[in-house]
């Protein structure tokens, strides 16, 4: 019995808080997204599980300097591909709601969101 109430805790604190997944339709493939809004990031789920990905490796990376998108645009979508080498891609959630998607070369994905987040996070550590 302590046995099983020892697996039972270390199963537990081993499946983080912030797990949250999330699925998306993109080009009629429904793929898996993990939500970690304490760390401001929505990472494809292969991507979240390892942390070794372009993906979470361009979070470090963005900045939205230079970056002046026009209309509507997020930010995030413009240093996808300007400044960080993806493709955007847009996702449709069960209820019909649209993220854009950065995807780049090994498949993994962040949202465009993510990539604003981090850019300016990042733009402000570089500036002190």
């Given at each position: 019995?302590?046995?099983?109430?020892?697996?039972?805790?270390?199963?537990?604190?081993?499946?983080?808080?912030?797990?949250?997944?999330?699925?998306?339709?993109?080009?009629?493939?429904?793929?898996?997204?993990?939500?970690?809004?304490?760390?401001?990031?929505?990472?494809?789920?292969?991507?979240?599980?390892?942390?070794?990905?372009?993906?979470?490796?361009?979070?470090?990376?963005?900045?939205?300097?230079?970056?002046?998108?026009?209309?509507?645009?997020?930010?995030?979508?413009v240093a996808c591909g300007k400044k960080?080498?993806?493709?955007?891609?847009?996702?449709?959630?069960?209820?019909?709601?649209?993220?854009?998607?950065?995807?780049?070369?090994?498949?993994?994905?962040?949202?465009?969101?993510?990539?604003?987040?981090?850019?300016?996070?990042?733009?402000?550590?570089?500036?002190?």
């Amino acid at each position: 019995m302590r046995q099983v109430a020892w697996i039972l805790l270390f199963g537990l604190l081993a499946v983080p808080a912030w797990a949250k997944t999330a699925q998306f339709l993109i080009s009629g493939t429904k793929l898996a997204f993990d939500d970690d809004r304490a760390r401001h990031m929505i990472l494809s789920k292969d991507c979240a599980a390892k942390l070794d990905c372009e993906a979470y490796r361009a979070l470090g990376k963005a900045s939205l300097k230079g970056i002046y998108p026009r209309g509507g645009t997020s930010p995030g979508a413009v240093a996808c591909g300007k400044k960080l080498g993806g493709e955007v891609v847009i996702g449709k959630d069960s209820d019909g709601n649209e993220n854009a998607f950065c995807r780049f070369g090994d498949g993994s994905m962040v949202s465009c969101g993510s990539i604003t987040w981090h850019g300016r996070h990042n733009d402000l550590k570089r500036s002190e």
